[in-house]
């Protein structure tokens, strides 16, 4: 917080963002989504560990974002056609991308095939089957992982924890070893390793550990049916912390992927994606009213549609006042809500905030993965501008959706038509 300028992200004032922009916008930080890919990538190489990055799209696919990314080397993790063809367009080698997901269609896969991506996670035998169809059709050959349910629990919140037995993700893993086999035999198919992702938003390291320690096993067991393995797929889901949690260091999952990996001749990629943007944004807002009466409700001009984390996992976002007048103030206990008609529209409950007249602009901290991506025009809100900062700099990367682009695309029939 500097003295004159309020909160600052990198040598930019928060106030001038929200003056030249406008609220609700999201905000993010070159400078900050840099330093952590240094940081993680840093963690891999001390671990002595050769391991590629790919970045997580769904976390925040912003075309800037990914273009930052592609700069410093990062590789892509897709979970659709529409994310695919965004790291595409940001410049990311084709030979940089992973496509995962349980559901991708025929249409995806084939996209992926004359992309020529560097692999598809598959996961399951069915995936497998539609798979090679698709690729014999078309004279391709597909280089395929099977991602594996190693049936490890994450410890992290029940609706991201992905490796559990009863998860839609993934083979279980007691199936590995003859769908591999199955692979092998399959047109089309050129099954090169395995993959696995417990989850998001994962801070301790032993569910890691005992994930890997199982990967391990499965590729020995691969080999020594004499099958080839040569890639293992780490995932991502490393946390951050969004509140006072103890931080997940990305050198604590490298020395679980080293303890457990690295002596397997086995060319490895970790996806990471909200450890590297999560801090690096936030969503500002400005205070629409507030009402005194008990509890002291802060009404907000963003809303669940813009920040949707709150209503669906209960989430904790810091949310700080941006003015250096407004922070000098006492806090006192507040509601921080927004004006969509649920009452899920909550962003916080009793939580400490000074005075604030309207039109006082707060930032919602830690905003950068899982936000503009999940947002919606629920209530026929458009969709929030967003910025991006670089030093001094500043530059709109989206700018605020019209309201007429909400039904620009929709059609009346004839037969609706007024006389």
Known sequence: MHARDGLLLEGVPLIAVAREVGTPCWVYSAGTIRARYRTFAAALAGAGLDAHIHYAVKAN??????????????????????????????????????????????????????TEIAQINVESAEELAMLSAVAAGMGRTARVAL?????????????????????????????????????????????????????????????????????AALVRALRAERFCVSRVDCGGGLGIVYRNEPAALPEAL????????????????????????????????????????????????????DLIRPAMYDAWHGIVPVSPVDA??????????????????????????????ADAVVAILDAGAYGAVMSSTYNARPLAAQALVDGERLAVIRARQPHTALWQAEQVPDFLAAP
């Open 328 to 357: 000098a103030q006492p806090a006192t206990p507040a509601d921080i809500v927004g004006p969509v008609c649920e009452t899920a529209d909550t962003f916080a409950r009793s939580r400490a905030l000074p005075p604030l007249a």
């Open 254 to 305: 490298a020395g679980a992927i080293a303890t457990t990996l690295r002596g397997l001749d086995v060319a490895l990629i970790v996806e990471p994606g909200r450890w590297l943007v999560g801090p690096a944004g936030l969503l500002l807002a400005s205070v629409i009213l507030v009402r005194q009466s008990e509890p002291r409700l802060v009404v907000l001009d963003a809303a669940m549609n």
């Open 147 to 215: 991602r594996v349910n190693p049936d490890i629990d994450a410890r992290t919140h029940a609706k991201i924890t992905t490796g559990v037995a009863g998860n839609k993700f993934g083979i279980a893993h007691d199936d590995i070893v003859p769908l591999y086999g199955r692979a092998a035999a399959l047109p089309g198919i050129a099954p090169v390793g395995l993959a696995v992702h417990i989850g998001s938003q994962v801070m301790g390291m032993a569910p890691y550990r005992a994930a890997y320690a199982r990967i």
């Open 61 to 114: 696919d912003q075309l800037a974002v990914l273009h930052v990314m592609r700069a410093l080397g990062a590789g892509a993790d897709v979970v659709s056609g529409g994310e695919l063809l965004r790291a595409r367009a940001a410049g990311i080698a084709a030979e940089r991308i992973v496509f995962s997901g349980v559901g991708k269609t025929a249409q995806e896969l084939r996209l992926a095939l004359e």
